[in-house]
């Protein structure tokens, strides 16, 4: 009986993370196929002891979108949606306004439990990433604001 059920829990445990290994492969395979055609954002917000948002969400160049939602916000799990290529036009507006290009890399302190936020754009052979713990410029605190206002707006549709 003990064979039994270690052999039920480890069968149970595979298949658990072949299930995952496949969705991460799919995900992998849709930002691959992104960064090939041209333009591609993410946006990325990680946990706290409290309750921050955490999710991840990637926005390509022909209007797709791919979000997950992991805690503390109004769509957990994986969602998509598409926008127009003016909606997407005015993301990159946004960027060019506040010079993300040229924002340091990183803005950070001794300071503990905070939330960190990364913002990536691939764009022309260039990629930009900035990692935001603590001391950003309002600009970019800005972006942050914009971008999240953006995802609540958005008709997002279950995919799992």
């Keep these: 009986m003990k064979y039994f059920i270690l052999l039920f829990v480890s069968l149970a445990f595979v298949s658990c993370c072949h299930n995952s290994e496949k969705k991460e492969n799919v995900a992998k395979k ?33 209007g797709k979108m791919l979000y997950n939602g992991l805690a503390n916000v109004k769509n957990i799990g994986s969602f998509e949606a598409s926008i127009s290529g003016r909606e997407f036009n005015d993301i990159l507006y946004y960027f060019e306004k506040i010079d993300f290009w040229s924002l ?29 713990y603590y001391g950003a410029p309002k600009k970019l605190k800005d972006l942050e604001n914009y971008l999240d206002k953006f995802i609540e707006s958005q008709n997002w549709t279950k995919t799992n």
């Design 30 to 62: 849709e930002i691959v196929k992104a960064e090939n055609n041209g333009i591609l954002i993410k946006y990325k917000k990680t946990g706290c002891f409290g309750a921050c948002a955490t999710f991840n969400l990637i926005i390509t160049n022909d």
């Design 104 to 132: 340091e890399d990183k803005y950070t302190d001794t300071i503990t439990d905070l939330p960190t936020t990364f913002i990536t754009i691939s764009k022309d052979g260039r990629i930009k990433e900035v990692e935001d």
